[in-house]
């Protein structure tokens, strides 16, 4: 029976298929929809517009979600510093909450029957955009037919080709899923546990050379200003500084992690605009919270990014870490100090009028201003009373041996 279904396009492989089966093979009337999360230029969007309609759908939307996608979600992973396994922005993990959402809202704008995208059954997009869906728009079908199909890229090029789709079929060896906070690179060499992409893999080649001093300006934990360029919005500055570090080769590595389903996963990214501000960011708050602050922040922001990372965006455990990420960022304010060079980048400091090194309380190593010697060594007794007293009762329990 044909259904109106909203389907997730991106116009790479594996939706193009979508595309196609539910069309021709099934008979449903489908409409696509193409959440810009900061992956496409707009001569890319048109392009995949077109694209969409040649393969036969009934209508395409295009959804600009960038600003909004920083806002729900990128800003809290800066303010927490998130790295998955000390590794991974969760570039893709991220923005595929993003577009489950929106996709959602059009499946209701649309009042369709079923949704349907074109996650394979072995990672974890399946399971982020079925919660999502299930959540939001509980009773509409779920279609995923890379994933029931069990198909290989192999096999969904030979069907394209056999339906005389034109595509790049020899770009499409390598999924690339490029977005506002990074872009990940799979295919054959991520498949197992050794191998590193090729240089022609990475979406961004090595075109800078030397070595260039970048200044990140932050207020209240958010990018605001590089170098002395200023942006209306964050997302803005993301964007930019991309253009001038991207080029270095910074931010590529490979991300080995276990997935929502079980099983271990790997996978190549490149990211250098989100590693630089995830590290910088972390060097001023280093500098401007105090030792209780840096700590509990880092048990929140773990657990913050595992569970956003297994598509619980929704549960309102959230809502909660957010709000204390966000007041943690009440004196995160100052401007810090990046060195990049080819593949690699340092950051040499940070000015802040919030910086609690300041050098009217002393300096570290060589003299202070808050206290005595004296202080000092009535204070290290007391700090270890407790333990001594331990020590003291358990010898006299049981004597050391001689």
Sequence with gaps: MAKKVVLGFSGGLDTSYCVKYLTEDLGHEVHSVIVNTGGFTDDELKSIEAHAHTLGVKSHKTVNAVKSYYDSIIKYLVYGNVLKNNTYPLSVSAERLSQALHIADHVLELNAEAVAHGSTGAGNDQVRFDMIFNIMIPGVEIITPIRDLKLSREQEI??????????????????????????????????SSKGMLPEEAWPTQVTKQGSEEVRLHFEKGELRKVNDKQFQHPSDCIQYLQTIVGPYG????????????????????????????????????????????????DQLSQFYGNWLHEGQILDPVMRDIESFLETSQRNVTGEVFVEVQPYRFQVTGIESAFDLMSARFGKYGEMNMGWTGQDVRGFSKIFGNQTMIYH???????????
């Design 158 to 191: 030979e069907y394209l080709k056999s339906k005389g789709v034109q595509m790049n079929f020899e770009k499409s060896m390598y999924s690339i899923n490029k977005g506002l906070w990074g872009t990940s690179v799979g295919g054959k060499e991520t498949l």
């Design 250 to 297: 910074i931010g590529r590595d490979i991300h080995v992690g276990d997935t929502i389903i079980g099983i271990k996963g790997r996978v190549g990214f490149e990211a250098a605009a989100p590693m630089v501000i995830l590290k910088a960011h972390h060097a001023l708050e280093k500098h401007v919270l105090t030792k209780w602050q840096l700590s509990l922040k």
């Design 392 to 402: 003291q009762v358990k010898d006299a329990v049981t004597p050391k041996k001689i």
